[in-house]
T-cell receptor
Framework: GNSVTQMEGPVTLSEEAFLTINCTYT??????LFWYVQYPGEGLQLLLK?????DKGSNKGFEATYRKETTSFHLEKGSVQVSDSAVYFC?????????????FGQGTELSVKP | DAGVTQSPTHLIKTRGQHVTLRCSPI?????VSWYQQVLGQGPQFIFQ???????GRGNFPDRFSARQFPNYSSELNVNALLLGDSALYLC????????????FGPGTRLTVT
């Protein structure tokens, strides 16, 4: 079946530190991959996406590359800010008949200290 | 432009009761999906509707049902509430069901006591 596994949190970093949040997936075929962010008390916001192997999604300084050979989609940012504190969710969308259904990881809480 | 809206924001119900949650998609979006997010976990897919028809269903009991109206808004109904139904219920809208771009509302926080 389809599933997503993320590194456990919480992750605590100092401002301007480098961020990596690991995400690996299991899927039949070639899914589309996403990172969503959830700020306290809010819904989910799409952060970035990649729809095929070797695609790199990027937004607001965050990047993730679709690695088919390692079934991974790790989130990175070179210099985090306090405002990046949130919960980050890796997700996949299967192709074909199950398209449109997002399958999420358990989320990784990021806390950035000044 | 208004984003996805959901009502109510918070709701407290007693075990055994019934609840109706509402969602209005972004203008022009014809597909609505519902997700349940239990505290500390990622959202779980419940339903997807498009053009008033169910296009997908997750692994939830028959106590959960939904419908979509001609204006593309949607309702999620849960009967015979259990304590385990306490969660944040998220609605997402997209232009079409297979769209990569799904936009989430702020959610309805349901507490079952």
């Amino acid at each position: 079946g389809n599933s997503v596994t993320q590194m456990e949190g919480p992750v605590t970093l100092s401002e301007e530190a480098f961020l990596t949040i690991n995400c690996t997936y299991t899927a039949t075929g070639y899914p589309s991959l996403f990172w969503y962010v959830q700020y306290p008390g809010e819904g989910l916001q799409l952060l970035l996406k990649a729809t095929k192997a070797d695609d790199k999604g990027s937004n607001k300084g965050f990047e993730a590359t679709y690695r088919k050979e390692t079934t991974s989609f790790h989130l990175e940012k070179g210099s985090v800010q306090v405002s990046d504190s949130a919960v980050y969710f890796c997700a996949l969308m299967p192709r074909g008949g199950q398209g449109g259904k997002l399958i999420f990881g358990q989320g990784t809480e990021l806390s950035v200290k000044p | 432009d208004a984003g996805v809206t959901q009502s109510p924001t918070h709701l407290i119900k007693t075990r055994g009761q019934h609840v109706t949650l509402r969602c209005s998609p972004i203008s022009g979006h014809k597909s609505v999906s519902w997700y349940q997010q239990v505290l500390g976990q990622g959202p779980q897919f419940i339903f997807q509707y498009y053009e008033k028809e169910e296009r997908g269903r997750g692994n939830f009991p028959d106590r959960f049902s939904a419908r979509q109206f001609p204006n593309y808004s949607s309702e999620l109904n849960v009967n015979a509430l259990l304590l385990g139904d306490s969660a944040l219920y998220l609605c997402a809208s997209s232009l079409v069901p297979l769209s990569y771009e799904q936009y989430f509302g702020p959610g309805t926080r349901l507490t079952v006591t």
